[in-house]
DNA sequence: TATGAATGAGCATTCATTCAT
DNA sequence: CATGAATGAATGCTCATTCAT
């Protein structure tokens, strides 16, 4: 990468990281532009450089991020042992819920469309998001089910955690997540 | 009610139905106060005569509509009669489902808040809503459950449900609704 | 006075103390009719019965509240005995500047206006605004002045009076008023 | 300068000219800040770029109109010879008098403000306004008065001098500057 | 490539005033 | 006399986007 390259990746980056701080803390409707190139440093033109408008850079950085927990969760879960699929399932889904729970604000921002980036972009780029779909379709190897048929369902798993996330780390309706969890859990292991 | 008070309220239908057609046709971003006004036909001062600014009646709108949905599906499914409790809460579900799938502007425009914040408030409320609990909780009448259980487990499900939908209907992502159905129920049916 | 007249005065009233309140505090800029109406429990359009627009209520409010301060100033004044000319004005300029220390925000709302146009309109109304004139012209009965000129001198102390107050008690420019007022009545002292 | 500041400075003074002829002829309340861009004949947005808001760029004419007459009339003052320190400041004080009452529209405008504020923060950025002080100063200079109390002198002369033009000229209260400039220079006469 | 001054359409919001009740 | 719902012109202000440098 030449020198010039690194520098348009740094103003990128810088534009990126700052627009993820202010749409977290102000809210997105509450963060200009303006806002966003000040805070990077670079000028106002240099955004267009970069992205089409604030819709494509938040875009980027919901898909960006949603993606970046669900590899991190696989990335931890491929680095234990269990004694079965199901353990190993919940122990994916636990990670998830509690590394949204430390960072309610990434939450709020990904609302409930942590299952995005599996179904996106992402599912072609990370090899990390490949392996949860193996490690699924694995869980399911003695099962007469068709691979489809199994996908749509890890889908569906995925919705309902972002979902339950959402509504309880967030607005802690109709409870907290602590009360939530071994409800979700439950579930969880009903549907497998 | 006087004269002058059904005038108010004429006023704010007007108004609200307005608003409603526009966010649904032209997208809330793109409604403007000034077109809401327009097509209500009155004046731009009435309009903060009875909302506080665009969100306001934006979440009046969405609770309203939401609370329709589920009070309509409630209404439909007690008229029915049903051999056992799965097939009815299937029914249900599935008018849900099929409401939405033939409005697909106003689903849009409730998004992912198709839950338990709204069922909440619709709770209050709406004497119909109180029937889909006690429909629910009838279903369970046998189990060891204790009532909160079964509560998170119907707060889950519809949360499952308008999730599904709005990724289904409006993304078609990962498969259409037709596909996703069958799947969503079976995952239903194995959670109750 | 009729119950209607009386009905009527005390309407006026409330609409003058609710103006004058919102006045003072909020600042006639950020005060509207609105609020006005609102903080006297009249309607919108019976403000409109009584004054023609904000600033005629205001107008009046100034010069009501600057007479009455220089009422009150002369009636204190002539209550006490003095051995010369000089005392007395000075007693009574300290009553003024005195009660205006004391009701800072009366004398934000009157600021420079504590002078001649006030005092001309009130000559006219109030009785006790004759003997202030009396007072000082007596003062210089001795004197080979006209009378025009006299007169011209105690509006210059006014005009010099209210300018010093308005600037040490509101802006404390150049300094406040204790340091003030030895160096305003050692002035006033040379210009008699 | 480059060409790009030039530019800018061309841009602020345009607004700023425009600003001061609609405030001088409409008035500040009828100028609304549509008609100051229309004038300068820049965008609306530009306006913004240099200044806050309508009393922003208000506050900032004020400060230096009313600074430039003073400037200049101890520029003038400085440029002649006087036999003593009365005729001096006499000179001074009228060449204030008699510039404000051929621009009745600025003197309208900086309403009572010539003074100690406006004074204060020319005293910062204009070397000529040192010399006020001075000349002032030395008057003194065979007083055993202090300088404080000195200042605080003629902080009252200009005071009552801002006063009386305003009332005379503008309001012709309680008579024209003509027959009030003789009873002015006494009152002066005698403090100092 | 990078900038940031300039833009002006577009918007929300206010508020004095009216007038039917 | 009193009201307060309705109005809509008026206005301040924002902000995405452009483009000359």
Redesign the pocket.
């Known amino acids: 990468m030449s020198k ?1 390259e690194k ?2 990746k740094q ?1 990128e980056n810088s534009l990126y990281d700052a627009a993820y701080h202010l749409f977290t803390t102000k809210g997105i409707h ?1 963060t ?3 806002d966003i190139v000040k805070k990077a440093g ?8 970069y992205f ?3 819709y494509d850079i938040l875009d980027k950085i919901i898909l960006d991020k949603s993606t970046y927990v669900l590899s991190e969760a696989i990335k931890q879960t491929k680095e234990k042992e269990f004694n079965n699929f199901e353990d190993e399932l919940l122990y994916f889904i636990d990670y998830i819920i509690e590394y949204l729970r430390k960072d309610r604000l990434m939450l709020k921002l990904i609302h409930k469309n942590l299952s995005w980036g599996i179904f996106k972009k992402a599912y072609k780029d990370y090899e990390e998001i490949h392996e949860i779909y193996s490690m699924f379709q694995s869980g399911y190897k003695n099962s007469s089910l068709s691979r489809d048929y199994i996908g749509k369902v890890l889908f569906m798993i995925l919705e309902l955690t972002g979902s339950v996330c959402y509504s309880s780390i967030i607005l802690e309706e109709p409870v907290g997540i602590d009360e939530m969890k071994p409800v979700l859990f439950q579930t969880i292991r009903k549907i497998i």
Chains 1, 2, 3, 4 share one sequence.
């Open positions: 010039i520098n348009k103003k509450n200009a532009i303006s670079v000028g106002k033109g240099t955004f267009y450089l089409k408008n604030k």
